[in-house]
């Protein structure tokens, strides 16, 4: 009977910067939302807020992600050429400096050696990339994939609690975005540890109490300033 685990490495950048757009996405529309009401601004001046909050966040994480991620690609590549240069330069200490690097994780040296032999006959730069560098496929930036998902989910996200500041009545914005945009994190911290395979209340209260931190402070802002205004 064979037996074969499931694991969730393979989602770590899609699902980082998913989670984060979406995440940021309900947080900050919510606390605009709420800072701008709490300053007594009128419905409509809020609902502008909110849209204008959505457009530039959305641009602003798909560039963030974007030119973070490209960072981190630009490196590995550096890496990885210097990898290929002294293998072309130098290949027998190549084979036993990933030999050693086995050998360093317990298995014995002469299997070390023969195990390094023949990964590298199969593939000599993937090899060091993985056991040495520890660049593996898994985990390779790709920064167009980071931007997009992390924009959408964004755009998704901040959407949300718009949508409820549009459908409800002034007078009960300020409390119905925050206790909406409150259950929109909590699902989505549950999902997001369902997908990473962790815990699903630790994931939720996690989101939730830094969104509900977040939106406070933003409210108190708003008084503030619409006390002095």
């Given at each position: 009977?064979?037996?074969?685990?499931?694991?969730?490495?393979?989602?770590?950048?899609?699902?980082?910067?998913?989670?984060?757009?979406?995440?940021?996405?309900?947080?900050?529309?919510?606390?605009?939302?709420?800072?701008?009401?709490?300053?007594?601004?009128?419905?409509?001046?809020?609902?502008l807020?909110?849209?204008?909050?959505?457009?530039?966040?959305?641009?602003?994480?798909?560039?963030?992600?974007?030119?973070?991620?490209s960072?981190?690609?630009?490196?590995?590549?550096?890496?990885?050429?210097?990898?290929?240069?002294?293998?072309?330069?130098?290949?027998?200490?190549?084979?036993?400096?990933?030999?050693?690097?086995?050998?360093?994780?317990?298995?014995?040296p002469?299997?070390?050696?023969?195990?390094?032999?023949?990964?590298?006959?199969?593939?000599?730069?993937?090899?060091?990339?993985?056991d040495?560098?520890?660049?593996?496929?898994?985990?390779?930036?790709?920064?167009?994939?980071?931007?997009?998902?992390?924009?959408?989910?964004?755009?998704?996200?901040?959407?949300?609690?718009?949508?409820?500041?549009?459908?409800?009545?002034?007078?009960?914005?300020?409390?119905?975005?925050?206790?909406?945009?409150?259950?929109?994190?909590?699902?989505?911290?549950?999902?997001?540890?369902?997908?990473?395979?962790?815990?699903?209340?630790?994931?939720?209260?996690?989101?939730?109490?830094?969104?509900?931190?977040?939106?406070?402070?933003?409210?108190?802002?708003?008084?503030?300033?619409?006390?002095?205004?």
């Amino acid at each position: 009977m064979s037996h074969e685990e499931i694991h969730r490495s393979h989602r770590v950048g899609w699902l980082r910067a998913a989670v984060l757009g979406a995440n940021d996405g309900i947080v900050s529309t919510a606390s605009l939302i709420i800072g701008v009401a709490a300053a007594s601004t009128a419905q409509e001046g809020v609902l502008l807020a909110g849209v204008a909050g959505l457009v530039a966040g959305a641009m602003s994480m798909a560039a963030g992600e974007y030119v973070s991620v490209s960072s981190q690609a630009d490196t590995e590549n550096a890496d990885l050429a210097i990898e290929q240069r002294s293998l072309e330069d130098d290949f027998e200490s190549e084979k036993v400096e990933l030999a050693r690097i086995y050998e360093g994780r317990g298995v014995e040296p002469v299997l070390a050696h023969q195990v390094a032999e023949q990964l590298m006959a199969y593939d000599a730069l993937g090899a060091h990339a993985r056991d040495e560098i520890g660049i593996s496929d898994n985990g390779t930036a790709r920064p167009i994939q980071a931007a997009l998902s992390s924009a959408g989910t964004f755009t998704i996200g901040a959407a949300l609690p718009l949508v409820v500041a549009w459908a409800v009545p002034r007078s009960l914005l300020m409390i119905l975005v925050a206790l909406f945009s409150l259950a929109f994190l909590a699902l989505l911290g549950a999902i997001a540890a369902r997908a990473g395979g962790a815990s699903i209340t630790t994931g939720a209260i996690r989101v939730t109490f830094w969104g509900a931190l977040a939106m406070a402070l933003t409210a108190g802002v708003g008084q503030v300033f619409g006390v002095v205004a």
